[in-house]
């Protein structure tokens, strides 16, 4: 059967590498980009876009209508930092839009949605350690309560209406194609065009704060993993935790310092993201999803931190 892909929020830092794998698979004509602003250099000229708001109903509703999609991929979302900038309109764009989104699914009959949650949704009070798939959870971030009700949202249209939603809770990623768009772990890809432009670097968090990052290559296949395992394999429609790779800021210091050993490090005190990033997870369990869908990280790292500063270096 040929799949008909609607991408929403497709401009940023996933949605960039999302489509361009979605469209190796399924053919470009078959994955329908879209964002609220003008498409980027990957996705200009590379397949069908379309302008959507997602709070914008009645034009989300037409696109729905005009290409009745198989499969939809919801990523237009305020992040972490932006949104305790912004947090009402964090709360309108990360509820309502998916809201908006699930409804039109049901209506039109979408076979699978994916929705990505974020480590986000863990708080002070859930171990910081291994986190569990199942603990307590007092997200004290707008973007993080807004995530955790989201996945209520989701697993609730799984169960009352039967909608094949999935969903995985990415830890912060790590891409050289596209710049991040306002998350805490934003230090982990500036840092590597900073050590590329100017052999130095000042972070935002400090020197000691553990979190767990994944490369976007292992990101983008996860969820295509996810996406394409069998329904009866997917035991948790809320979302699925996702480890990583667990590091400091000078542990990945001390990784480029091995490749670039002119590269210097500081670090900044007092930023608002250091709170953020103290109430969330210094590492992750994720055996669910290796257990459901055979989940297996291949960046750790030093694979990371090659691979980056090599494709980095052609584009910058
Ligand atoms: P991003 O900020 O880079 O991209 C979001 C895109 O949504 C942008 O292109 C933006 O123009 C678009 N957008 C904003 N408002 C919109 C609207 N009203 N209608 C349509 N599009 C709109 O974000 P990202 O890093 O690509 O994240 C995508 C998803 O993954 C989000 O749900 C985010 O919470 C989640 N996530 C990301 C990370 C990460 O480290 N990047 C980690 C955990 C979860």
């Not at 296949?221 to 667990?246: C, F, H, K, Q, W």
Request: some cysteine; glycine content about 6%.
């Amino acid at each position: 059967m040929t799949e008909k892909i609607f991408v929403i929020g497709a401009n940023g830092q996933i949605g960039t590498e999302l489509v361009a794998a979605l469209r190796n698979i399924h053919g470009a004509e078959n994955v329908i980009a879209s964002d609220i602003n003008s498409p980027n250099y990957a996705l200009r000229n590379t397949g069908p876009f379309e302008y959507a708001n997602v709070l914008d109903k009645d034009n989300l509703h037409h696109l729905f209508d005009k290409h009745r999609p198989t499969q939809v991929y919801l990523l237009a979302a305020i992040l972490s930092a932006v949104g305790e900038q912004k947090p009402k309109m964090a709360w309108d764009l990360n509820m309502t839009g998916l809201l908006h989104v699930l409804d039109f699914a049901v209506e039109f009959k979408v076979q699978k949605v994916f929705w990505p949650s974020s480590i986000a949704v863990f708080g002070p009070h859930s171990p910081q350690y291994n986190t569990p798939q199942y603990c307590v959870m007092d997200p004290n971030t707008v973007y993080g309560f807004s995530k955790l009700a989201g996945e209520r949202w989701c697993e609730y249209y799984f169960s009352k209406y039967g909608l094949d939603v999935r969903s995985l809770r990415y830890p912060g990623l790590i891409g050289w194609r596209a710049n991040p768009g306002g998350g805490t772990t934003d230090y982990a890809v500036h840092i590597f065009h900073e050590a590329l432009k100017h052999q130095k670097y000042q972070g935002f968090l400090s020197a000691q704060t553990a979190l767990p990052m994944m490369y976007m290559d292992d990101a983008i296949r996860a969820t295509l993993t996810l996406m394409d395992a069998p329904a009866e394999n997917i035991t948790i429609r809320s979302s699925y935790n996702l480890a990583g790779v667990s590091f400091t800021p000078e542990q990945l210091a001390a990784e480029i310092k091995k490749l670039m050993p002119g590269f210097e490090m500081s670090y900044a005190e007092n930023d608002p993201r250091q709170a953020i990033a103290d109430s969330w997870p210094k590492s992750i369990d994720d055996s669910q999803a290796q257990q459901d869908w055979g989940w297996q990280l291949e960046y750790d790292l030093p694979k990371i931190t090659e691979d980056m500063l090599t494709n980095l270096k052609t584009i910058i």
